[in-house]
């Protein structure tokens, strides 16, 4: 990771036990957006997109992570290990992704490449469809012709943030 440029910061959140490192990109006056990626990614590879979601009215706070979704099982088996016959419920609290989107309050963008042949976009939609979120406070998008590494790639992309940026949380 290098250092953060002018107008962001490297921060540290403990969580039971671990770390997680973020980078925060702020400017008075915008909200956040809270954008998680995976593939291997450092939180410094969003430095260069940082004007783009600005545009679209966006600050953002960047953290590298890997989502089970709807299947956690999934999840440890492309990690390596073989996963239990079941995750007792303390598990399935600290590693359910729909368990956690649920708990959100604020305004849900999903998006998935329609094409990605490393975690199925079926995931991603079964997921949106079950955050339960009201009406109106969510959105999600598999852009056509897009896979797992270059959805960011879509116009679609950056499009559909501004759409988030106008809904209300509720």
Same mark, same amino acid.
């Given at each position: 990771?290098?250092?953060?440029?002018?107008?962001? &910061?490297? +921060?540290? +959140?403990?969580?039971?036990?671990?770390?997680?490192?973020? &980078? !925060?990109?702020?400017?008075?006056?915008? %909200?956040?957006?809270?954008?998680?990626?995976?593939?291997?990614?450092?939180?410094?590879? *969003?430095?260069?997109?940082?004007?783009?979601?600005?545009?679209?009215?966006? *600050?953002?706070? +960047?953290?590298?992570?890997?989502?089970? =979704?709807?299947?956690?099982?999934?999840?440890?088996?492309?990690?390596?290990?073989?996963?239990?016959?079941?995750?007792? *419920?303390?598990?399935?609290? /600290? =590693?359910?992704?729909?368990?956690?989107?649920?708990?959100? &309050?604020?305004?849900?963008?999903?998006?998935?490449?329609?094409?990605?042949?490393?975690?199925?976009?079926?995931? /991603? &939609?079964?997921?949106? !469809?079950?955050?339960? !979120?009201?009406?109106?406070?969510?959105?999600?998008?598999? %852009?056509?012709?897009?896979?797992?590494?270059?959805?960011?790639?879509? %116009?679609?992309?950056? *499009?559909?943030?501004?759409? +988030?940026?106008?809904? %209300?949380?509720?």
């Amino acid at each position: 990771m290098t250092a953060p440029p002018e107008g962001a &910061r490297d +921060v540290r +959140v403990p969580v039971d036990g671990a770390e997680l490192r973020a &980078r !925060r990109y702020r400017r008075a006056g915008r %909200p956040t957006l809270l954008r998680f990626h995976g593939n291997g990614e450092v939180v410094s590879d *969003d430095d260069a997109v940082v004007p783009e979601f600005a545009r679209v009215g966006f *600050d953002l706070t +960047v953290v590298v992570f890997e989502s089970g =979704f709807l299947d956690l099982a999934g999840l440890v088996r492309r990690r390596g290990p073989s996963p239990p016959t079941a995750f007792s *419920d303390d598990e399935l609290e /600290a =590693f359910d992704g729909v368990r956690k989107l649920r708990r959100g &309050r604020a305004p849900l963008l999903v998006l998935h490449g329609a094409e990605d042949r490393a975690i199925s976009a079926d995931e /991603a &939609r079964e997921a949106h !469809r079950l955050t339960a !979120r009201p009406p109106g406070t969510s959105t999600s998008s598999s %852009p056509p012709g897009r896979g797992h590494s270059d959805v960011s790639a879509s %116009p679609v992309y950056r *499009d559909a943030f501004a759409l +988030v940026r106008a809904r %209300p949380t509720r």
